[in-house]
């Protein structure tokens, strides 16, 4: 059963071995079928090549896998909701499609600075292979791509790969399709661009309302502090005796008899408005 801290250890893991250990890593097919939980609302199904057989006399005999369950269903959505940006936002966006519900993640393996020194010698961005896991509502696929010899590296456009084979083929397999997005199971609410359980929602807004009022009285006080700055410096401005002589700010002393003088303007004080911590 594929759960999330096997999904964790595995996606460091890629090659196109059917074993499932620290050398080798998970392989593509157990990819698929990890992520596919997601995609069902956290039930993983045994993986099954074949699904009906038809006998000669007519007769049929299906086979089918009544999955079991791997995570909550809103754990399931949730991890959904953040691997859809990967598509937009992060390293997969070689995979996105516009029009299509999709999810997922993009990984590689890593070589140790003493194979990059002996075996690889290059010493820019390379990797031992490249894999992409996505899926929609109805479909899910790992692609992984790599050399038999494990010290040939992906370098440059190589990484780009394994997205977009999975685009092209998801592409194909849904062109005729207009599926429908994942919809938000009940225990979780949306707020702004942030999915929450509704066990937070008091403590969220109890927060945001409390940052806005603080932030509201720093400003205020900012504000009042420096109306008061203001008028203090504009009434201290022209209190000198008639015959007291201005200063003359360009020069720092007494202005000559005779000479015009400029009366000194008060210096507005901006205020820094302190930000509360986040």
Do not use: C
Not at 51 to 80: C, L, P, Q, W
């Amino acid at each position: 059963m594929a759960t999330l801290e096997t999904l964790q250890s595995s996606m460091l893991f890629k090659s196109n071995t059917t074993e499932s250990n620290k050398q080798y890593g998970a392989s593509s097919e157990k990819m698929a079928v990890a992520y596919a939980a997601f995609a069902n609302g956290g039930i993983y199904h045994k993986p099954m090549y074949i699904n009906k057989i038809v006998f000669s006399d007519g007769s049929e005999k299906e086979f089918s896998d009544a999955g079991t369950r791997a995570m909550k269903e809103t754990t399931a959505y949730m991890m959904t909701e953040m691997m859809k940006t990967v598509l937009v936002y992060g390293i997969g966006r070689g995979a996105y499609l516009p029009w299509l519900p999709q999810a997922g993640k993009t990984g590689t393996s890593n070589y140790t600075d003493e194979e990059i020194e002996k075996y690889v010698k290059n010493t820019g961005y390379v990797a031992p292979d490249e894999s992409f896991v996505g899926y929609t509502p109805k479909y899910s696929m790992a692609v992984w791509t790599g050399y038999s010899n494990r010290f040939t590296p992906i370098v440059g456009d190589g990484f780009l790969v394994a997205a977009k084979v999975y685009r092209s083929m998801i592409s194909y397999l849904s062109e005729d399709e207009q599926p429908e997005d994942w919809t938000m199971p009940d225990g979780l609410f949306r707020n702004g661009e942030f999915i929450f359980k509704n066990s937070t929602k008091n403590t969220w807004n109890n927060q945001t309302t409390q940052q806005s009022s603080q932030q509201t009285q720093i400003v205020e006080n900012s504000s009042t502090t420096a109306e008061s700055t203001t008028t203090q410096a504009s009434s201290t401005v022209g209190q000198q005796p008639n015959n007291a002589p201005a200063t003359d700010p360009n020069q720092g002393q007494a202005g000559q008899a005779g000479q015009p003088t400029q009366p000194v303007q008060p210096t507005p004080q901006n205020p820094q408005v302190q930000q509360p911590q986040q």
